[in-house]
């Protein structure tokens, strides 16, 4: 059980902004929520992550809602590169990672 | 970033064999380390989570006399596919992370390809 909802597939054009959302309507007090990406033929790489205040780094920003029950993941410009399948995992600190079917982007030229 | 090394990156081999594919932590000491498969088309499944020094925990369905898993030190982990069929032929990927650590990082996965 993945706990989180993803759309199946999406795409965006190049420069873009790229908004992947997720639904995790169950999630408990002490679960994360995650991002990992994975470019075919690769292992997952990891993105971002938080609890409940939005977060940014150099490569996406994550914007949680106020009640937690959904995110969505920015990738502010993306890139024919960040063409990957997207996943959103919602865990407690040290628990084991389960991935769900996550959402293939495909970024378009 | 942390980084998680992957040893073959793909082998072959005959069917009946057994293969060994290695993963080791570079730069950092991992606690736990997991394992997981990935069929063409499909997401990553869980197979096994490694603590060193103890026995692995398998996923229900995971036989553990066929995928043998030794976590002997805090940087490495083997995965031994033990008599290998053509239905084992997959996409394995290992993970590690140090306990109390938000993260967990992923090797580059081994494609075998069992004939």
């Known amino acids: 059980d993945a706990k989180t909802t993803q759309p199946t597939s999406m795409d965006c054009a190049e420069g873009r902004a790229a908004n992947l959302p997720c639904n995790h309507s169950?999630?408990?007090?002490?679960?994360?929520v995650y991002w990992y990406r994975q470019i075919h033929s690769q292992g997952p790489q990891y993105i971002i992550h938080g609890l409940k205040n939005n977060e940014t780094n150099e490569m996406a920003s994550l914007i949680i809602t106020e009640d937690r029950k959904s995110s969505t993941l920015i990738l502010p410009h993306a890139t024919l590169r960040d063409t990957a399948v997207y996943y959103c995992?919602?865990?407690?600190?040290?628990?084991?990672?389960?991935f769900g079917k996550g959402t293939r982007l495909h970024i378009l030229p | 970033g942390a980084v998680v090394s992957q040893h073959p990156s793909r082998v072959i081999c005959k069917s009946g064999t057994s293969v060994k594919i290695e993963c080791r932590s570079l730069d950092f000491q991992a606690t736990t380390m997991f394992w997981y498969r990935q069929f063409p088309k499909q997401s990553l499944m869980l197979m096994a989570t490694?603590?060193?020094?103890?026995?692995?925990?398998?996923e229900q369905g995971v036989e553990k006399d066929k995928f043998l898993i030794n976590h002997a030190s805090l940087t490495l982990s083997t995965l031994t596919v033990t008599s290998a069929h053509p239905e084992d032929s997959s996409f394995y990927i290992c993970?590690?992370?140090?306990?109390?650590?938000?993260?967990?990082?992923f090797g580059p996965g081994t494609r075998l390809l069992v004939l």
């Open positions: 169950t999630i408990s007090g002490n679960e994360y």
């Open positions: 490694s603590n060193e020094g103890s026995k692995a925990t398998y």
């Open positions: 993970s590690a992370r140090v306990a109390g650590r938000q993260t967990q990082y």
């Open positions: 995992i919602v865990r407690v600190v040290d628990d084991k990672i389960i």
